[in-house]
């Protein structure tokens, strides 16, 4: 059985929402991106606008008009109903937190067309802690990103026991078809493959931090020359978005959750939660 994908919502326009959006219409294919009201939908086109302006400088063939009008191409809606109403593929990038999701995709089995597959994002969350309130787990699966999908292209893919080959293969090809370099896992594994390498990293990092055993830059220092990596693990928190990390470590266990409230006091509440915002562990200019 050959599956077509040719229209795509995304869910969700935060920062990797928005990229994903962004990098699936520069590809060519027909994308709508959702989210829950004006305000988000008002960044998202900020967003966008924003990614057209990297594009035009780091992607090849990006320069002669495109990256703004893939910016422009792209359709916003807060209305869920009419976002998925005719959609091929909807890739969920909603907030790290598994009863949001879950919620989420009780809606959307309700309001998307039968033959539409499902694709979570979810860094962390395993697909089959949100299968079955989808209404169709053979048609649902994990379609992980990299922050910076244009630079950092990997897309891991990872079904349960329920996932149809044939979707699993249709969802593989997609990948390829917006320029992602996919990565299958034959089952289900927490962190995929790059997170069951990336988290441990970021983790000790913030402990060593937290603990008050280094500062942020002593560590990165010390990593980037230990390893020759370009980057240091708060560097690369920065660039994930401080957001994200923050909401699986206010889930976790004790040591997790004190982590996290240190984020959340000395960086999240002063606004500083990563590239995105200017400032993070580090400043950033424009």
Do not use: C
């Amino acid at each position: 059985m050959s599956i077509e994908i040719g229209k795509v919502t995304v869910l969700g326009t935060g920062v990797l929402g928005s990229q994903i959006a962004f990098q699936t219409a520069f590809h060519g294919f027909a994308v709508t991106a959702y989210d829950i009201n004006d305000e988000a939908l008002t960044a998202a086109r900020d967003r966008f606008d924003k990614l057209a302006a990297t594009y035009r400088q780091v992607v090849p063939g990006a320069d002669d008009g495109k990256a703004e009008t893939t910016a422009a191409d792209i359709t916003l809606t807060s209305d869920l109903g009419a976002a998925v109403a005719d959609a091929d593929l909807v890739i969920e990038a909603v907030p790290e937190v598994l009863t949001i999701k879950q919620e989420t995709y009780e809606r959307l089995g309700k309001l998307a067309p039968e033959r539409t597959i499902f694709a979570t994002n979810s860094s962390t969350l395993l697909p089959s802690a949100m299968k079955d309130f989808t209404g169709r787990p053979d048609k649902f699966l994990a379609l992980h990103f990299a922050n910076q999908v244009w630079h950092f292209n990997t897309a891991e893919i990872m079904g349960t026991a329920e996932t149809d080959p044939a979707v699993y293969r249709a969802v593989v090809d997609f990948a390829t078809a917006i320029g992602m370099v996919p990565i299958e896992l034959h089952k289900e594994k927490a962190g995929y493959v790059l997170n069951s390498l990336l988290v441990p990293l970021l983790n000790a990092a913030m402990n060593l931090a937290e603990g008050g055993y280094a500062e942020p830059d002593a560590v990165d220092k010390t990593w980037r020359i230990g390893t020759g990596a370009p980057a240091g693990p708060f560097q690369i928190l920065d660039i994930i978005g401080l957001t994200t990390p923050y909401n699986i470590l206010a889930n976790g266990d004790e040591s997790a959750q004190r982590i996290a409230k240190w984020l959340k006091d000395n960086y999240i509440d002063q606004g500083k939660l990563g590239i995105a915002t200017g400032e993070g562990f580090y400043k950033y200019t424009a």
